[in-house]
């Protein structure tokens, strides 16, 4: 069954981020970048309980899943269910301090 895709401000802010940092060294890159995170997102409707949930302390966040950007696995896709409408909150480089800002965002208040 396929479910609806809501992308969050701060995911669309985080792909533009992400997509011009790797354009700085590689345009073409960049453009592939932003395809296969269209694929992904078209990936997460088709199927969005596939991937596994990310493990966190906090309870507004304990239904988050994660998944790597088709092509680019550094990059996370975070994301969680609303009935049966994915709702992709953030797109994170792995490196980046994952529980602190996704606590940030969206941990308890």
């Not at 994660?66 to 953030?90: A, D």
Request: glycine share 6%.
């Amino acid at each position: 069954m396929k479910s609806g895709v809501r992308i969050h401000p701060a995911a669309k802010a985080d792909v533009d981020s992400c997509a011009d940092f790797i354009a700085r060294d590689n345009l073409a890159a960049s453009l592939r970048f932003c395809e296969a995170v269209e694929r992904t997102f078209l990936g997460l409707a088709n199927n969005p309980r596939s991937w596994p949930r990310y493990e966190m302390d906090q309870p507004r966040l304990r239904e988050l899943h994660k998944v790597s950007v088709n092509g680019f696995r550094n990059y996370l896709v975070f994301y969680h269910m609303v009935g049966e409408v994915v709702e992709v909150m953030r797109v994170l480089h792995g490196a980046r301090d994952l529980p602190s800002i996704l606590a940030d965002d969206f941990g308890e208040e």
